[in-house]
């Protein structure tokens, strides 16, 4: 006990004294989600926008000069076949496209609604909007955060000489990990808490779900990722190779988890795969809690899957981590 | 128990090279033993091993009574290490390294206070406990991995190279301390590459290639290492002798130390021969650690040589 106690101290005050750490926790969610946030909330207007008008009518006309009024569409071009509007599309200076059908000039005669506009966006079928995306970018920066720090935690000590020492000491693996892990569960917590701040003032995210639940359910995403880090830690020889594999790991994780693309939609290996990834699970969590307002109950496979990761990572790195050098 | 530490035929393989090559020792509590052997001798790779961090190749031993390899953890509570390379943490103040290590070695609450008062005036570093390592220089950071590697008071200490890269005086210090350790019971293991403190240890032991080449008292070995008879010689010019004295059959060997030449003979009659050669008288004189230290450094590569 003596001894976790001791490591924990020295890991605290080794942090509080380094700043990368300070940088990492504070600055990477403000930067982080400023920048995403707004490149993707940002409202698109001025879309240029390639006509392919098939009716030519009068009510077509003033259906298009109706669009062009409203802002958002820019005409740049009158296209007169379907050829033409593939080309425009493949060279992609334009996103979209109307079609105005011939049949929409006899409706009007008749009876109401007098357009039948269907609005496909090709290239974001999902309409995903800020709300959608700054809970996920959340779960990046905490992963990513936990994961690069911990993984240089072992690696530094070796390479500064310190864990040869250490080594010599009568402390055991696992209180070593321990003293390890805890406080970056600390450094976890503040930083998903800067994070929420700014995601619930800067982006009005609102919480429909609740926050403690949120919390609770975090700790073992947290984990899951520290365990990640410290068996990255164990098996690098240096920190560098200790960065290299860590962006490794989060590669996959940011294009596979359903941060990018919805996973229903991934082939099927893919879609297995991604269910290695701890990432996976708390997009739906924290999704769920933030978006949807839905309680524990609904997430307890998530939460049993982020166990069984940390649970696993955690034990194998203690195991793996001998008291001898190589 | 009669030896603190007692191994035998201890080995150990990288590949296939052997850095250390059946190296067998007894020490007795209390005892300061010196490990001396040129760079790569293995002197780092065997105290690696007897602290339990480094597994033999093969060979067995105890150490305070266990068993080298399969104790190896009820073996660190009751040891002492200093490693080559310093190995404190920078970012952390003097008094939050010692406090550090005694957290580590369980050092009751009650005492943990005095022992790291004690350690820090020992350390010389009394109004400087709040400053940052990475602030200090050399002998004030020597002394405190000391202080840290003796604050959970070990039955044993081990300290690679301790004094390189440290002002005399800072060295003399530190082998103050050292000895004063030895005196309340504490077995010290040290390497060095300075004559100086291998004089002030109570054994011993060369170690060149791997190989524990003598292990004795620095008297012992200053009388009987070396085969041979010693003289002195004071030239003008030394220098440019050496090679002129070292083609006669009968020299063994022919070293500087400072303005003086010691040339190793076959034998006492030899004497004669050599103050004609040099027009000049020479002094029998007893081998010091350093022609010890030569003569079996430079047998040793013969050994390999054939
Ligand atoms: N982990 C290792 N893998 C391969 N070779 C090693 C390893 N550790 C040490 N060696 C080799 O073993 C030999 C002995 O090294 P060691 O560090 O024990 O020597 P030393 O006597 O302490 O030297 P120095 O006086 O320079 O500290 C060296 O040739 C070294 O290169
Ligand atoms: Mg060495």
New interface residues.
Partial sequence: M??I???L??EF??MR??RLTFALVFMMPLIQLLLFGYAIQTEVKHIPTIVFDQSLTNESRELLASFSASGYFDVIKTAKNYAEVNQAIAVANSIGLLKSQEILAQKVQFQGPPYDIRVRPWYNPDGITAYFMVPAILGIIVTMTMVIITAVAIVRERE???L?????????PYELMIGKILPYIALGYIQITVALVVAVTVFDVPIKGSLLELYLLTLFFITASLGLGIFISNIAKTQMQAFQMSFFVMLPSILLSGFMFPRDAMPQFIYYLSAFIPLTYYLDIIRGIILKGIGFQYLVGQVTALLVFSIVLLIVSTLKFK???V | MDYAISVHDLTKVFGSFTAVDRLSLNIKPGEICGFLGPNGAGKTTAIRMLCGILTPTSGFGQILGYDLIKESEKIKPHIGYMSQKFSLYDDLTVEENLSFYAGLYSLPNSERKNRIKEMITMAQLTSREDEVVANLSGGWKQRLALGCAIIGRPSIVFLDEPTSGVSPTSRRDFFTIIQKLANQGTTVIVTTHFMDEAERCNRIAFISAGQLLAMDTPDNLKQSAVEGFMVELDLPQAIDQIDRIEQQLYVRECSLHGPLLHVLLDNESNVKELEELVGKSARPITPTLEDVFIALAKKKRKQVVR
Avoid: A, H, N, Y
């Fill in positions: 003596s001894r106690l001791s490591v101290k020295k005050i080794q004294r380094d500064r000489g310190t040869e020492q250490l080594l010599v000491t009568p402390i055991k008291k001898k050098i």
